[in-house]
Structures are given as C-alpha cells and as structure tokens.
C-alpha cells in the first residue's frame, strides 16, 4: 500500500484515509516504518482528515510509531482528527500521549517551536 505523503523541511506528512483496521492496519504501519527508514533524519506529522474509522488495530500503528521516533530522538504529531476518531482516543485516554492539532498548518508549525 502506498501512502499519500508530503515532505516540508524536516518533515513528512503522511496523508492516512479510509478505514484503519485490522485489514489495513500491518500495510499501513510498514509503510510508515519504511518512512521512517528512508528519512530518519524526519519527524513524521500524521494527517488523519480523511480516516473515517479506526479500531485499536489502527491506534496500535500510531503507539508503535511513536516510540520508534522517540527512540530516534523524532517527534510525532497528529492533525485533523474528526469527531468519531477523536473519541476512540479519548476512550482510551490516550489524547494526552499525543500532539494533536486541529490543522495541518498549526501542527507544522509546533514543529519549529
């Protein structure tokens, strides 16, 4: 699976859609794990605008990447998240572990700060 992405200095957007479960969860997180090893001198922003659901499968992609860029001294953001996205990780509490923007351009710019 090809993922949508764009690179702005020292970052990768990478664009996620669709459905994020157990289906498509195991392409999606090689995808991002082979972002990360073609550009590790990058922090990853995930824009999550056009994900329409997400099961833990999907969470789990987002954990994992996480602790890979914190363990390459990288940062993770995410943007973007709607309603029904935004409560899966309210329920499991973890809006607190993540940089969660409303925009792409204001999650981009938290990158410079």
Do not use: W
């Not at 990768?12 to 157990?22: A, F, H, K, M, P």
């Not at 990288?74 to 409303?102: G, Q, R, S, W």
């Amino acid at each position: 699976m090809g993922l949508k992405t764009n690179k702005v200095d020292n970052v990768i957007v990478i664009y996620l859609n669709g459905r994020l479960d157990v289906h498509l969860s195991a392409d999606i997180e090689k995808g991002i794990n082979q972002i990360i090893k073609e550009e590790p001198e990058c922090h990853l922003l995930l824009n999550l605008e056009e994900v329409e659901y997400m099961s833990s499968s999907g969470l789990r992609i987002f954990v994992s990447t996480m602790r890979i860029l914190k363990d390459n001294k990288k940062k993770l953001k995410l943007c973007n998240i709607n309603t029904a996205v935004k409560k899966i990780f309210e329920v499991v509490e973890l809006m607190e572990m993540f940089d969660i923007y409303d925009s792409e351009e204001t999650a981009l710019q938290a990158f410079s700060e």
